[in-house]
């Protein structure tokens, strides 16, 4: 038997949610470069439906979305069992620290501030994720 090896490894996957189209493929070409497998949705509704039938290692989820914003979906993603191990980071151009520590509080693991960048992208896998 063979053994697993990094590159043999299943791709990690995360679920993109930003109802700009502009932002959502930036973070998917930075995401696929990587090599992980990637998904994109505009809204949170759609997003709870993925994540209702599927498993993400990472969320990606814009703060300052119409309809359902990005902590709603986290209150409802936090409030999941079987979703509590998920890391969910905050997709925003909110800057000031306040805002950030309360996006913190309010269920997510870490924030990423727009507009992002490879290295940013780079970091925040590195911090987020267990076996990058």
């Known amino acids: 038997m063979v053994p697993l090896?990094?590159?043999?490894?299943?791709?990690?996957?995360?679920?993109?949610?930003d109802?700009?189209?502009?932002n959502r493929r930036l973070a998917q070409v930075m995401f696929q470069k990587l090599g992980w497998e990637v998904e994109t949705v505009d809204s949170g509704d759609r997003a709870l439906l993925h994540l209702a039938a599927r498993r993400y290692d990472l969320i990606l989820l814009d703060i300052s979305m119409p309809g359902m914003n990005g902590l709603d979906v986290c209150?409802?993603?936090?409030?999941?069992?079987?979703?509590?191990?998920?890391?969910?980071?905050?997709?925003?151009?909110?800057?000031?620290?306040?805002?950030?520590?309360?996006?913190?509080?309010?269920?997510?693991?870490?924030?990423?501030?727009?507009p992002i960048s490879f290295r940013a992208?780079?970091?925040?896998?590195?911090?987020q994720t267990p076996c990058s």
């Open 5 to 17: 090896t990094d590159s043999m490894a299943p791709a990690q996957s995360v679920l993109i949610i």
């Open 19 to 22: 109802d700009e189209a502009v």
């Open 121 to 127: 992208v780079q970091e925040l896998i590195m911090a």
């Open 75 to 114: 209150q409802h993603i936090r409030a999941d069992q079987r979703r509590m191990a998920v890391r969910v980071i905050a997709y925003t151009a909110h800057v000031l620290l306040e805002q950030q520590q309360r996006f913190l509080a309010s269920g997510f693991d870490a924030v990423l501030l727009k």
